[in-house]
């Protein structure tokens, strides 16, 4: 394993290196001794849990990574991104909600090029905590997993 680290040439730089071993540690010194008190069939933390981890996280400036800066996110590139997720994921529930949610919720990345009047309605309560944002997609032929199944069909009727 080590010969092929050395042949595949490639290292991460060092802002990138340390931003990766603060995220580690949190999740070490911070999320994971919370988890160990949750019912181990809970996904999920109880709000007057969660906030002090988020509180954390803000702190920190590991916050709403993805979003952009003029919203009160870290705008980080999405290489980044994910080097933070593959780390943040590094726990108990870590595969269906890494960090718990300490790190907060972005909405859904189409919203940042919204009006004015959509930003301040779901971008900023979103990233501000106050909100939630989620994607939905369904298909009669593919439940939620419609990249395999959308069938979409175009038929002439008259002139349309």
């Known amino acids: ?3 092929m680290r050395q042949n595949f040439g490639y290292e991460l730089p060092p802002e990138l290196k340390m931003l990766k071993q603060e995220v580690h540690d949190f999740i070490r010194e911070e999320v994971i001794p919370v988890e160990r008190e949750l019912d181990f069939e809970a996904v999920s933390l109880p709000p007057d849990k969660l906030a002090p981890l988020q509180k954390k996280a803000r702190d920190a400036g590991l916050w709403c990574l993805g979003a952009p800066e003029e919203f009160g ?3 980080l590139p999405i290489f980044a991104q994910t080097i ?3 780390e943040a994921s590094q726990h108990r529930n870590g595969a269906y909600n890494p960090g ?3 790190f907060g919720t972005e909405p859904p990345y189409i919203l940042y090029d919204g009006t004015k009047e959509q930003i301040d309605r779901y971008v900023i309560p979103t990233i501000e905590g106050k909100r939630s944002g989620f994607v939905a997609i369904t298909e009669p032929s593919g439940g939620s997993d ?3 199944a959308i069938q979409t069909r175009a038929r002439k009727v008259g002139d349309h």
Do not use: C, K, T, V
């Open 1 to 3: 394993m080590d010969e």
């Open 73 to 75: 996110g870290a705008n």
């Open 84 to 86: 933070i997720a593959e």
């Open 100 to 102: 718990l949610g300490a």
């Open 146 to 148: 419609p990249a395999r």
